[in-house]
């Protein structure tokens, strides 16, 4: 009986979770990680192709906003008040 009033909350979380996640997996590979982060920094930064960083900024900012529309879409779907 909770659940089916609890989905769209749970699904809020999750979205928030995950884009929590590409962040920090960014910002790790930015001090050493690997990854997204680090591959903005060894070939865009460190190597003066500002082209190549900034379409890496602007992929992961499209994730990003994927990932939030999906989550509210959904959450929204599942929200029957």
Excluded: K, W
């Amino acid at each position: 009986m909770l659940l089916p009033e609890a989905r769209s909350g749970l699904v809020y979380a999750l979205t928030s979770a995950a884009i929590s996640l590409l962040s920090y997996s960014t910002v790790l590979g930015v001090v050493g990680g690997g990854g997204i982060g680090d591959f903005a920094m060894r070939y865009g930064y460190q190597v003066y192709n500002d082209n190549l960083m900034y379409l890496v900024i602007v992929i992961i900012i499209v994730c990003v906003l994927a990932i939030q529309a999906v989550g509210h879409r959904t959450s929204v779907r599942l929200d029957h008040r």
